[in-house]
Every structure is written in structure tokens, then in C-alpha cells.
């Protein structure tokens, strides 16, 4: 038992649905989450009676994991905003947590992000709100012109997807949602692109 005055390092390691939990350099659990959770929540709790752990250093590290969006604050087109709403494309890369786009309730509907320079991508994350697309695709452009799909979903279940990308240089970023799974149309909370 840890005592009173005891400091302790912790870290967690995701590796996709993996994860690892050490303690002062030693794995002390490690279990496999039923979906991919690296970049949704991890809690941690005092399970001893009384406050007999102190946590000084707590860190989570996702492997190959990537720190900065490049789609943050920059332009987006969208095909529709939902009517009489204030969730615009630009909601989407924000980086604000309350706020999200909302489309029109039909489809297909899309929203692209121009990156301002052409990168190696190496993924997408999409945060959806309530009204998710059950099918969709993620295509990626030098030019705006010539699109090429590098992703595509027909069985999409909400919440977080983060979809890996192999280093596909690209400067244009699409998702059209092409079967919404619920009467709402097309919502995301966030749109984050990933790359070198």
C-alpha cells in the first residue's frame, strides 16, 4: 500500500484498443477496450479507503499519435447549414467543444477544409454529434479539383472515428456524408486532420 507522502509517477499508454497502465516505469495492468478509444476518455479513481494515493504525474501517451490539427481555423465550404441555425462549417474546426456544424436533413451532404499548403497526411478525426452519418467518405485533393478517396465508411456508429491515413499528400480535405443515420441531418462537433 502506497502511504501518506508518497509520490508515484503513472502513465498510460493506447496503442488502438490496447491499454497499458504503468506505475513508476512498471506495468502494473494493461486490457483490451471494446473500441478504439485513444483519443476519448480515461478515468482514474482511488480504489483504496481514505486518501492513501497521492498523484503527482499522470501522463497518456497515444503511440504515433499526432499534436497538431491542421485543419484548425482554417477555411471550410459546406453544402448546406441546417436552416434557422448558427452551425456553420467553420464550428467544425474551431476548436471549440460547444460549438459544431449541422447540415441540411438530406442527402449527401459535405464539408471540405482547404489546409493551406499541401502535407503528408496521416489522419482524420471526426467528433459527431447526435446526428451522425451511418455511411461516408473522407477524399483528399491537391488542387480542389481532382478528389481521391482514402476512406470509406458503411457501417458508422457516432461518438469519435479516427481513421488513419498512410501519408497521402494532400491540401484539400472532404467528408461527404452519404446515408445519415438519424432524421437530423449531418453533425460534427469537431474535424481534425493530422499530417506532417
Known amino acids: 500500500m502506497l502511504t501518506e507522502g508518497s509520490w508515484n509517477s503513472y502513465e498510460i499508454t493506447v496503442r488502438g484498443q490496447r491499454i497499458e497502465v504503468y506505475l513508476n516505469g512498471v506495468r502494473v495492468n494493461e486490457y483490451t477496450s471494446a473500441r478504439d478509444i485513444a483519443l476519448g476518455h480515461i478515468g ?21 499519435a499526432q499534436s497538431t490539427d491542421l485543419a484548425r481555423g482554417r477555411p471550410v465550404e ?30 449527401p451532404q459535405s464539408i471540405t477544409v482547404d489546409l493551406g499548403a499541401e502535407h503528408a497526411l496521416t489522419g482524420v478525426r471526426l467528433a459527431w454529434e447526435t446526428a451522425y452519418a451511418r455511411a461516408y467518405t473522407i477524399e483528399t485533393s491537391v488542387d480542389g479539383v481532382t478528389w481521391e478517396t482514402v476512406h470509406t465508411a458503411t457501417a458508422g456508429d457516432g461518438g469519435l472515428d479516427e481513421i ?11 467528408l461527404t456524408g452519404t446515408e445519415r443515420a438519424t432524421q437530423w441531418g449531418y453533425s460534427l462537433w469537431d474535424l481534425a486532420v493530422f499530417g506532417d
Open 44 to 64: 482514474v479513481q482511488n480504489d483504496g479507503e481514505g486518501l492513501d494515493i497521492h498523484y503527482r504525474d499522470i501522463r497518456i501517451r497515444h503511440e504515433g
Open 78 to 107: 459546406v453544402t448546406s447549414v441546417e436552416p434557422g441555425s448558427g452551425h456553420v462549417g467553420a464550428n467544425a474546426v474551431d476548436g471549440d467543444p460547444a460549438t459544431r456544424w449541422g447540415s441540411a436533413y438530406a442527402d
Open 164 to 174: 488513419a491515413l498512410d501519408g497521402t499528400v494532400a491540401r484539400h480535405v472532404r
